[in-house]
């Protein structure tokens, strides 16, 4: 056996492991959401049910009680849609337009300006919860799915930046521009030139905010009401409400509905994520 052909099975050895390390958990939550009550206190965790039973889920999804409240998560998980797909979308296109000014729209002091954004990707959350309830009282926003949607806008507008500052920066000037002297204004050139050229950057950020908007608990628990909390809030009272009898199947089947619309944008849309971290990696 030749050396490379030793060392190819070493690497594909220690990410079999690594794959198996990170599925073990979700293994475990996929055969117990699947089983009985009785079925959990007689067998293992690693063992298969006897029987597919969705009974679980059913009701995870539509009838278990999360504190006194006993609809579920489906009013958690519609929140959540409510609010992640306005706020991606809104700091994805701040963040576009920042970043393209910030790198291809340059003026005295924008540099400056971008370091200071920086602040915002490294800021710790908690610093900002209590100015930003204040400026939800202030705008009549405060535990609403609206107020929700501009915190997570804000929050996420400096990464947003980030990104696609650092991407246009790989862009050949010379594109910009000739577009400038054929008369493109700022608007013109942004659509017609940047906007067809961001398709991986657009999924990398895309991917990235509604991961962190979807998961997000801090802001959920803090400035959501009794009809806007989002759907890691709904899971946590789930989990904490206290009953006679620990349904360990019904909160894995709602762990699991909770992450599902990540995993499945990581699954149809990771191979653009990997190409969008990658591209304009060279230059910039």
Same mark, same amino acid.
């Given at each position: 056996?030749?050396?490379?052909?030793?060392?190819?099975?070493?690497?594909?050895?220690? !990410?079999?492991? $690594?794959?198996?390390?990170?599925?073990?958990? !979700?293994?475990?939550?996929?055969?117990?959401?699947?089983?009985?009550?009785?079925?959990?206190?007689?067998?293992?965790?690693?063992?298969?049910?006897?029987?597919?039973?969705?009974?679980?889920?059913?009701?995870?999804?539509?009838?278990?009680?999360?504190?006194? #409240?006993?609809?579920?998560?489906?009013?958690?998980?519609?929140?959540?849609?409510?609010?992640?797909?306005?706020?991606?979308?809104?700091?994805?296109?701040?963040? @576009?337009?920042?970043?393209?000014?910030?790198?291809?729209?340059?003026?005295?002091?924008?540099?400056?300006?971008?370091?200071?954004?920086?602040?915002?990707?490294?800021?710790?959350?908690? *610093?900002?919860?209590?100015?930003?309830?204040?400026?939800?009282?202030?705008?009549?926003?405060?535990?609403? %799915?609206?107020?929700?949607?501009?915190?997570?806008?804000?929050?996420?507008?400096?990464?947003?930046?980030?990104?696609?500052?650092?991407?246009?920066?790989? %862009?050949?000037?010379?594109?910009?521009?000739? $577009?400038?002297?054929?008369?493109?204004?700022?608007?013109?050139? =942004?659509?017609?030139? *940047?906007?067809?050229?961001?398709?991986?950057?657009?999924?990398?950020?895309? %991917?990235?905010?509604?991961?962190?908007?979807?998961? #997000? =608990?801090?802001?959920?628990?803090?400035?959501?009401? @009794? #009809?806007?909390?989002? %759907?890691?809030?709904?899971?946590?009272?789930?989990?904490?409400?206290?009953?006679?009898?620990?349904?360990?199947?019904?909160?894995?089947?709602? @762990?699991?509905?909770?992450?599902?619309?990540?995993?499945?944008?990581?699954?149809?849309?990771?191979?653009? =994520?990997?190409?969008?971290?990658?591209?304009?990696?060279?230059?910039?």
């Amino acid at each position: 056996m030749n050396a490379k052909l030793l060392s190819r099975l070493v690497v594909y050895g220690l !990410l079999l492991l $690594a794959a198996l390390f990170f599925l073990v958990p !979700l293994y475990v939550m996929l055969v117990t959401s699947l089983k009985d009550g009785a079925q959990i206190r007689a067998g293992n965790l690693m063992s298969l049910p006897a029987s597919l039973n969705f009974d679980a889920w059913q009701l995870a999804w539509s009838s278990a009680c999360t504190g006194v #409240d006993c609809r579920g998560l489906k009013p958690f998980f519609w929140n959540s849609v409510s609010m992640a797909v306005p706020a991606v979308l809104i700091s994805t296109a701040i963040g @576009a337009v920042n970043g393209y000014v910030l790198s291809m729209w340059k003026f005295r002091g924008s540099d400056l300006l971008f370091g200071f954004m920086l602040f915002g990707v490294f800021m710790p959350y908690q *610093v900002v919860l209590l100015p930003m309830s204040q400026v939800l009282g202030f705008l009549g926003l405060s535990s609403s %799915i609206t107020g929700l949607v501009l915190v997570h806008s804000l929050a996420g507008m400096a990464g947003t930046t980030l990104f696609f500052r650092n991407y246009y920066t790989a %862009i050949p000037r010379e594109l910009v521009n000739a $577009a400038r002297m054929d008369g493109a204004g700022f608007w013109r050139i =942004f659509y017609r030139i *940047v906007i067809p050229m961001s398709t991986p950057i657009l999924m990398v950020t895309l %991917i990235w905010q509604f991961t962190n908007i979807w998961n #997000d =608990f801090l802001f959920g628990v803090a400035f959501s009401g @009794a #009809d806007s909390k989002p %759907i890691t809030v709904g899971l946590n009272n789930m989990a904490n409400t206290t009953s006679s009898v620990k349904n360990y199947n019904v909160d894995m089947a709602a @762990a699991i509905i909770a992450g599902l619309p990540t995993m499945l944008v990581y699954v149809l849309a990771g191979q653009y =994520f990997v190409k969008g971290l990658t591209a304009g990696a060279v230059k910039g």
